[in-house]
């Protein structure tokens, strides 16, 4: 009778402990434990400009300072079709459920006709100093801010990156707490020089002419950047993209990057682990790490609900690219819904989808205003089909061996245990869970990424 019961103790027990067993190795092998991680590729060169590279006119590289400006043919035209709306009703009883209420929607048209001052804006886009320079074919913008040093004070160059559906208006919350830290919360020891470039197809820097521009090519032309202004070792920042593209910068020119800090991780994901982890979670992550992967069914239909855009954005974008340049409220609408359950995915139980109470409208705006004054929305979105291959690339398997520093804030729209992101960042400093925030946590938490930032520099220039 013993013998029964133990031997269907073990039956019971037998597949659970083989499948476990086999997802550990195979997390141990994807994770290059028992095989060398790939190499990453060579930095390469490009040429995005229009017509043949030997044929194209020598290009102008000087850096080249402008201001934004908001013509009143811009807004007279904008204040047109925000009046030539046409309106839908919603569902009873929905929220965000279905996306943006349309309901929501004609509040924001009204705050954007009668009460969104537009020169008032023009000044605050114009707070800092923007710049254009030809890198590869392209006139890149970005801001750059450069502190009021002391004799014999230095500050830490440092460039950061923005994503979609965000542009360089997401730092400007944050770059006075890197700039001027020592009104802002900081010490002296914690200044920043900081550059923000758009993306090729974003914000002010021109788009590609040419198929495959991916974050490979974006990484190599902000590395060009940062030596044409004259740094040769400085630290990287982002999210989204920015997490994308600085990692890439680290992994291919690591001589020049002296740290990585990011608030959106890439990291491998062992899928053996996170199925099997469903039932027998402390085997593969301490008890505080499990709510950031489990329960693993839910997560994964929440970011189906969620991810609606992808899909579109990996395989056709210009098709709804047409509609998104072409109409205010249509282009708005698309980015806002990513404010808010990129925020927190529970928003879209609101009315509002949390924005009034999360955001500034006035923010929102004007992120949306930069896409509208550059008609460049289509190409935003052709990010996603060029970086299509990024997804099964082995350069997410790569190792990153710069010191690296992660926040990972709680509404993010995926999260990452800081025990599985040591599969990729070797060097890994620094991993916080933040107290609060999501996706646009620059904008949203500018004190809190701040602040982690600053710490993972300390650390940094410690060991360095």
């Known amino acids: 009778m013993t013998r029964r019961i133990y031997q269907s103790f073990i039956m019971g027990w037998r597949w659970p402990l083989i499948l476990s067993v086999l997802a550990v190795l195979t997390g141990l092998y994807l994770s290059g434990t028992f095989s060398d991680p790939p190499t990453p590729p060579p930095l390469g060169d490009g040429w995005w400009g229009r017509g043949d590279r030997a044929k194209a006119p020598k290009a102008d590289e000087s850096i080249r300072k402008f201001s934004i400006s908001i013509s009143n043919d811009t807004i007279n035209d904008l204040k047109t079709r925000l009046r030539n709306t046409r309106h839908f009703?919603?569902?009873?009883?929905?929220?965000?459920?279905?996306?943006?209420?349309?309901?929501?929607?004609?509040?924001?048209?009204?705050?954007?006709?009668?009460?969104?001052?537009?020169?008032?804006?023009?000044?605050?886009?114009?707070?800092?100093?923007?710049?254009?320079?030809?890198?590869?074919?392209?006139?890149?913008?970005?801001?750059?801010?450069?502190?009021?040093?002391?004799?014999?004070?230095?500050?830490?160059?440092?460039?950061?990156s923005h994503g979609w559906p965000g542009s360089f208006y997401e730092f400007y919350k944050i770059l006075p707490l890197l700039t001027d830290p020592v009104n802002n919360g900081g010490t002296a020891e914690d200044i920043f020089e900081v550059i923000c470039p758009s993306i090729p197809g974003y914000g002010y820097s021109e788009a590609s002419h040419k198929t495959g521009m991916t974050a490979h090519a974006v990484a190599r032309i902000f590395g060009k950047l940062m030596s044409r202004l004259g740094h040769d070792r400085y630290y990287v920042q982002g999210g989204d993209w920015g997490s994308t593209i600085t990692i890439i910068m680290g992994l291919l020119i690591p001589e020049h990057v002296k740290g990585l800090h990011i608030n959106m991780i890439a990291a491998f994901t062992?899928?053996?682990?996170?199925?099997?982890?469903?039932?027998?979670?402390?085997?593969?992550?301490?008890?505080?790490?499990?709510?950031?992967?489990?329960?693993?069914?839910?997560?994964?239909?929440?970011?189906?609900?969620?991810?609606?855009?992808?899909?579109?954005?990996?395989?056709?974008?210009?098709?709804?690219?047409?509609?998104?340049?072409?109409?205010?409220?249509?282009?708005?609408?698309?980015?806002?819904?990513?404010?808010s359950t990129a925020t927190n995915a529970t928003w879209r139980d609101l009315e509002d989808g949390g924005l009034n109470d999360g955001w500034q409208i006035d923010d929102l705006l004007n992120n949306i205003m930069v896409y509208w004054m550059n008609g460049n929305m289509a190409s935003a979105m052709r990010f996603y089909k060029e970086n299509a291959q990024l997804f099964i690339d082995d350069i997410n398997r790569c190792q990153v061996k710069v010191p690296s520093g992660v926040a990972d804030f709680p509404g993010e729209t995926m999260n990452q245990p800081e025990t599985w992101a040591r599969y990729r960042y070797i060097n890994l400093l620094q991993y916080n869970s933040m107290p609060r925030g999501g996706h646009f946590a620059a904008l949203e938490e500018p004190q809190l990424l701040a602040e982690d930032i600053r710490l993972f520099v300390r650390k940094v220039e410690t060991i360095q």
């Open 270 to 339: 062992p899928i053996p682990q996170l199925i099997i982890g469903s039932y027998f979670p402390s085997l593969f992550l301490p008890a505080e790490e499990h709510h950031k992967v489990w329960p693993a069914i839910p997560k994964f239909f929440d970011m189906l609900l969620e991810s609606g855009y992808l899909h579109i954005q990996l395989t056709k974008p210009d098709t709804i690219g047409h509609s998104l340049t072409d109409s205010p409220v249509g282009l708005a609408a698309y980015i806002l819904e990513k404010f």
């Open 89 to 160: 009703e919603g569902l009873e009883g929905t929220k965000f459920h279905y996306g943006v209420r349309p309901e929501y929607m004609q509040t924001v048209v009204k705050y954007w006709l009668n009460k969104y001052d537009f020169k008032a804006q023009e000044k605050y886009f114009n707070k800092y100093n923007h710049y254009r320079t030809n890198i590869e074919g392209l006139d890149i913008h970005f801001v750059h801010v450069k502190p009021t040093l002391k004799p014999g004070q230095k500050s830490k160059p440092l460039l950061i």
